[in-house]
């Protein structure tokens, strides 16, 4: 692999792996008596301006721009709504997982059940999961980080390790977030403008926060219907992207 894109990849995850066990390891020590919700919040919040700091330094560094007005080199409304059906589709068709138990989310660490679900639905963690965090992820791995990889190793291979970085991140969800992360790759580098793969995000993040608000998801619920638009929403957006040879 190329040498520059090694040192990415390393940097990249211990930033995204390695920093939220120091900052955990620091509370400990400092605030041994603090709540587990005040600690989760402290993570997450140093985890975002970590994310943050490095996108701004590879961008500073690397002299790359984000660009958020169109071109006018391809119909920008029509990436609008694809964009945007691409993320709410794909949502919507994911929450099969849910059947598998596999892939049932784990409690954090100290929490119980009813504590983690209170907090899950707060509004600052709804605000953070479905608009703050989109939009950090995809200046990083999209706008920095793809960039730099197709710079390095070229059009396909940039979008596809950076799209692999980036469901790696995911963990169980890998290849839920691999697919997704294709569309948004593809989605920007056929645009160039950084606003399309954030309403991707953005819609697949809120879709999920809507769904699980209307109590429409879980193991228990008859979600046929939900899976069904979403593939022929997602496959609609893919389609649209693929013939755009623009």
Not at 55 to 83: E, P, V
Not at 144 to 172: C, D, P, V
Not at 221 to 241: E, H, Q, R, T, W
Request: aromatic letters at 16%; glycine letters at 6%; charged letters at 15%.
């Amino acid at each position: 692999m190329n040498k520059q894109v090694s040192l990415l990849v390393i940097k990249t995850c211990i930033i995204i792996y390695v920093l939220p066990i120091i900052v955990a390891l620091f509370l400990q020590m400092i605030y041994p008596s603090a709540t587990i919700e005040f600690k989760y919040w402290v993570q997450r919040i140093c985890f975002y301006l970590s994310l943050i700091l490095w996108t701004y330094h590879l961008k500073r560094k690397n002299q790359i721009t984000f660009c958020i007005k169109d071109s006018g080199a391809y119909n920008g409304k029509k990436y609008m709504i694809l964009a945007l059906l691409g993320g709410v589709g794909w949502q919507c068709f994911c929450v099969f997982a849910y059947y598998i138990s596999w892939f049932n989310t784990s409690i954090p660490n100290g929490f119980t059940e009813e504590s983690f679900v209170k907090l899950y639905n707060s509004l600052p963690m709804l605000l953070s999961t479905a608009i703050i965090m989109p939009i950090i992820e995809e200046l990083l791995f999209r706008g920095t980080i793809q960039e730099l990889f197709i710079r390095y190793i070229g059009i396909k291979w940039g979008i596809m390790l950076s799209a692999s970085l980036f469901a790696f991140y995911h963990g169980k969800g890998f290849l839920f977030a691999l697919i997704i992360a294709l569309l948004m790759g593809c989605i920007y580098f056929k645009t160039q403008n950084i606003i399309y793969p954030i309403i991707v995000h953005i819609g697949n993040n809120l879709t999920n926060v809507i769904l699980g608000k209307l109590d429409l998801i879980g193991p228990d619920k008859d979600m046929l219907i939900i899976i069904c638009i979403g593939f022929l929403l997602f496959s609609f957006a893919i389609i649209g992207v693929w013939r755009d040879k623009k």
